[in-house]
């Protein structure tokens, strides 16, 4: 590990050219590098906390540290603060010195440095007071999602305002990852976000039910694609070489590899939804290019490795290069078992089990976690100009990590199957195996433990990582020595380089069509360029979207599906809250076993007033779709107070809280306002919605007292919560609604009831039209 | 006429065959573009730009 370059470096040898005189911004670099670092041990910290809550309930500590509200602070804080910081980090080092030029703007780079940090400080506040959007990986309300919008815009203008100054003419490929990412994460994040506010950090999607479900994964797992996979890949093909001492093994292939996974990548979300109510249609568009997917991303995985061709000696002695093989490997696992995941039959054993939080873990840790460790390893002791505090440490970091890892997705993996396998598990009798659903989940808490073994290593390896960085920094210079680098700024007129040697570009169209003239004519224009990559994304979508929110048949509505009453509604912002649904999925899907347990499958139709929708993708609790009216208004009650007092090997924190809370009676009008601005037709409830909230309530204290419950509850947040658990699913029972329901709206008739859950086929209601993706 | 009507009566079915086309025309060309052995040169040199951060790769000429 040597220092930065001879000062002054040498400039071009072009005696007639004019040489311009710059250097490198280096301390946004390091201000980025040390953000990464703490950021990445406060979010595995959170993990190994929500990882201990899932073994040992007793270790929430409502309201604010329990595992619902936790988990996206964890994903949010690993995902947007360390692996964000991470990627600012690679690429304010690598685009400067790839475009041979400072970053476009010194006050952008800080802006965008502290407006980021703001954002993770706000996220970290916000998160544990309950303040959520819900949708996962989007938890962040409103007045942060703008905030948000406009750091990333910064972050743009001062990376394409880059490209236009660079002095280089040929972009590298890690800049066009780079640009493909900014572009697509700000329409990502702007389009998934688009909500009504109902409050200073309170909001309602626009999109409801199966739109909203599609608008969240096509957000979701572009997410993964544009902020944990193109970024890092474009600091791949810089660093790797770097590290390597060589270029890539096949800068040909790596050009594929852009453009296949920026083609492919963006169609490929609705492989989330297999089974759901989304339209079958889109889920196996999803699927289909998620299979796609395998051959570019191994592709890129393949490149990355064999650029060590001829090296592989230094990967025994270079604990950076170790770190590198290891992250790639891991790009090459999660990408072989991302599309394997997405067909539908392995899909339907895998998804609302812990084998998804095992494959994400698989790529996170070992692509994201690795590759940002190998970088900022490499980075230091060029960034601190001095050598790395110990190499000794290094190798500890990548042992300590490995084992961790592979305890993590071992366990975890088998956690995943174990349950999957016994949620579908029938007896020779054709009934269900394990029909009490806590069977299932206790069976993994063994494994949960060891997850909390393999995260701690992983954390204490992240600490040591810490520990040396600032030991390296602590031996930095008195002043750090900024080489001034000399090149001759780009020419505004373009003079085609010819091919070969003393071969010039015909002059005839032809022999410029061959010699591509064109593309490098494209290559000058990066803002257009940027312009018609924008379009070209945001109509790619909305081909795929667009249609279940415009064609009619693919939501049929349900007529006796209704609005929530305004006590369900506060209900539902409670379940919101409260993060269940991170644990507590409502999405029958239409598999015998799912049929068999929670009964009739979920419908496209049902969710249609559900800003957001709450269909969840993980069952650490049964789902709830069904869930109204199945018990007493009392077992919830006691349930809340203390869910192992009502069974025993309950994973559920205590939300005594919610039984002491008192209801904000005065906000009900304001959301119920908010649902009827987007379209849900509340009818007389718009003017006297706490009203009827009150009265809802009443009736269910009174239900409390009459069934041997306390006093008292008339008022109490807990009354709101049970109001719309027993909604649930009642929509298409048809025949009374449930008694605590009081809506001030008109409902249609009774409606046959569909949940026939004695009945081994459960018969569709005559008034539901086909739905395009269902099936028996 | 709503948007939803207009968008229910348009033959979407087309736009999938029309747009597997154009990224397949765009596949192919780019394919050509990067296999075509007379950019070999061009691309080598592009490989080896993270290599030097104090010298642009790119050949200069005239009054480049």
């Known amino acids: ?776 | 006429m709503s948007l939803t009507q207009i968008m229910s009566g348009a033959n979407l079915d087309h736009y999938a065959q029309v747009s597997l086309v154009l990224f397949l025309f765009a596949f192919v060309l780019i394919c050509w573009r990067v296999f075509s052995p007379r950019f070999k040169a061009t691309y080598d040199r592009a490989a080896r730009m993270p290599l030097d951060d104090d010298n642009p790769q790119t050949p200069r000429r005239g009054g480049e």
């Open chain 1, 1 to 776: 590990m040597t220092g930065p370059e001879s000062v002054p470096a040498r400039g071009v040898a072009a005696a007639a050219t004019r040489l311009e005189s710059f250097s490198y911004d280096d301390a946004i670099v390091r201000k980025f590098l040390f953000a990464t670092i703490l950021w990445g041990v406060v979010g595995m910290l959170v993990g190994v906390i929500i990882a201990i809550q899932m073994a040992y309930p007793a270790s929430n500590v409502a309201p604010y540290l329990t595992f619902g509200r936790l988990r996206p602070l964890h994903t949010n804080a690993v995902i947007f603060a360390f692996a964000g910081n991470a990627i600012f980090t690679g690429v304010y080092y690598s685009t400067q010195r790839l475009l041979k030029t400072r970053m476009y703007s010194d006050v952008l780079s800080s802006l965008h440095f502290w407006g980021w940090q703001l954002i993770i400080v706000a996220a970290a506040i916000t998160l544990p007071l309950g303040l959520t959007q819900t949708k996962e990986y989007a938890e962040l309300e409103w007045p942060i999602d703008i905030l948000i919008a406009v750091v990333w815009v910064i972050f743009a203008i001062n990376f394409v305002g880059s490209l236009i100054k660079r002095r280089e003419r040929h972009m590298y490929v890690a800049l066009w990852f780079y640009l493909a990412s900014i572009i697509t994460v700000a329409v990502l994040h702007i389009f998934n976000n688009l909500v009504i506010p109902a409050g200073p950090f309170t909001s309602y999607s626009i999109y409801a039910g199966v739109q909203d479900a599609f608008m969240q994964w096509w957000y979701g797992h572009n997410a993964v694609a544009f902020f944990l996979t193109t970024p890092f890949l474009g600091m791949m093909y810089y660093f790797m070489p770097k590290a390597a001492e060589g270029p890539v093994f096949s800068y040909k292939l790596s050009i594929l590899h852009f453009w296949t996974l920026v083609f492919m990548y963006i169609w490929a979300g609705p492989h989330h939804l297999h089974y759901t109510a989304l339209p079958e249609w889109a889920s196996t568009l999803g699927m289909l290019f998620s299979i796609m997917l395998w051959a570019p991303s191994w592709g890129g995985m393949i490149n990355g490795l064999l650029t060590l061709r001829g090296a592989w000696h230094k990967v025994v002695d270079d604990p950076v290069l170790k770190f590198m093989v290891l992250a790639l490997t891991g790009y090459g696992m999660a990408t072989f078992e991302g599309p394997m995941l997405s067909i539908k039959s392995v899909n339907a054993l895998s998804h609302y089990t812990d084998w998804t939080i095992a494959h994400v873990h698989s790529g996170a840790l070992t692509w994201n976690g690795f590759f940002t460790f190998a970088m900022i390893y490499w980075l230091a002791p060029r960034l601190f100009q001095t050598d790395m505090y110990s190499k000794k440490l290094m190798n500890t970091h990548f042992w300590i990590a490995t084992v961790g890892v592979v305890l993590y997705i071992l366990s975890i993996y088998s956690a995943g199957v174990t349950q999957g396998l016994m949620w579908r598990a029938f007896d020779e009798t054709g009934r269900l195996q394990y029909p009490d659903f806590v069977e299932t989940v206790a069976r993994l808490v063994p494994m949960y433990w060891v997850r909390v073994v393999g995260g701690t290593l992983y954390l204490a390896g992240a600490v040591l990582f810490a520990y040396n960085i600032v030991k390296t920094w602590a031996k930095r210079p008195a002043a750090y020595t900024v080489p001034v680098i000399q090149a001759p700024a780009l020419s505004k007129t373009f003079v085609p380089e010819p091919l070969r040697p003393g071969v010039d570009v015909p002059a005839t169209a032809w022999g410029r069509f061959v010699n591509m003239t064109f593309h490098r004519a494209w290559e000058r224009m990066p803002v257009t360029f940027s312009v018609l990559t924008l379009v070209a994304v945001v109509v790619a979508s909305l081909i795929e979207i667009i249609p279940t929110f415009l064609i009619k048949s693919n939501v049929p509505t349900i007529a006796s599906v209704h609005p929530y009453t305004p006590l369900e509604l506060a209900g539902r912002d409670i379940y919101i809250r409260e993060g269940c649904v991170n644990c507590h999925s409502q999405m029958v899907r239409p598999l015998r076993f799912e049929t068999e347990r929670y009964g009739e499958y979920s419908k496209p139709g049902e969710s249609v007033y559900d800003h957001p929708f709450l269909w969840g993708s993980r069952r650490i609790g049964p789902d709830l779709a069904r869930e109204g009216g199945l018990k007493s208004n009392l077992w919830h009650l006691r349930h809340f107070e203390n869910p192992r007092e009502v069974n025993a090997k309950s994973l559920m924190p205590a939300y005594t809280h919610i039984i002491t809370n008192d209801i904000d009676f005065a906000s009900i009008q304001k959301r119920v306002d908010v649902m009827a601005m987007l379209g849900v037709p509340y009818g007389d409830a718009v003017g006297k919605a706490p009203d009827m909230a009150r009265a809802q309530a009443n009736a269910i204290a009174d239900d409390l007292v009459q069934t041997g419950g306390a006093k008292g509850f008339a008022t109490k947040e807990v009354v709101a919560l049970i109001a719309y658990i027993q909604r649930l699913g009642k929509d298409i029972q048809g025949g009374p609604q449930s008694a605590t329901a009081k809506g001030g709206y008109s409902r249609s008739p009774a409606t046959p009831n569909a949940r026939q859950i004695a009945s081994p086929i459960p018969a569709v209601p005559s008034t539901i039209a086909p739905s395009g993706g269902g099936r028996p």
